[in-house]
């Protein structure tokens, strides 16, 4: 039950990762669910709990508000290599914004650099349907088939076209449409993702 709102949800715990009990709210390993979505859906959520899905803002929101939590980001390529990212003190901010926060990077198996998730910090949540991005005069959740923290676009889209097989390049935006996180294997659409978070201990 959510503390705030008391509103009773089921999530998709993995308690696989160590440390231990980590809260999923984006999972895509096969393209089943179609992730270009508008802003009422990435608010409450869509997909299904045992296949592909994405939470619901809002309910992110709720819960990283109530104690410090840590975010981490995995993704799966088209080769099967295997990175991930941890970032201390995650959170978003009210509807309407969501605005990300992110503290500081405690692993990092990806890029260092600023254009990486990170570029992210600070920015609203954009889709086709509500324009919150710095791009002035185009929309980043349009052009890049996808909801997400774009800021004047994003080089990391992991709600973006999912390809089958995995590993070819969208015809989206240069291939900025696709999904993927270009500092790591460019172009090359990604085969999974999962981002969860957890209580900082």
């Known amino acids: 039950m959510l503390w705030r709102s008391k509103q009773r949800i089921e999530v998709y715990c993995d308690m696989d990762i160590y440390p231990y009990g980590w809260t999923v709210f984006q999972k895509r390993f096969n393209g089943s669910v179609d992730f270009y979505r508008n802003f009422t859906e990435y608010t409450d959520g869509f997909g299904n709990l045992r296949g592909e899905f994405w939470l619901g803002l809002r309910y992110i929101e709720e819960m990283t508000s109530q ?91 992991l709600n973006g076209e999912y390809l089958t097989p995995p590993g070819g390049t969208s015809t989206y935006y240069y291939g900025y449409g696709g999904f993927i996180y270009y500092l790591w294997k460019q172009f090359a659409t990604l085969k999974s993702s999962q981002i969860m978070f957890r209580k900082h201990t």
Request: aromatic residues 16%.
């Open 67 to 157: 104690y410090e939590s840590e975010l981490r980001l995995d993704v799966v390529a088209a080769d099967s290599s295997h990175a991930y990212e941890v970032f201390q003190n995650f959170s978003l901010s009210k509807y309407p914004k969501y605005t990300l926060h992110l503290g500081k990077k405690t692993v990092e198996q990806i890029s260092n650099r600023t254009n990486g998730f990170s570029y992210s910090n600070g920015s609203d949540f954009s889709t086709f349907d509500h324009d919150a991005d710095q791009y002035n005069g185009e929309n980043c959740g349009q052009l890049q088939r996808g909801g997400w923290w774009f800021v004047n676009c994003s080089r990391v889209n």
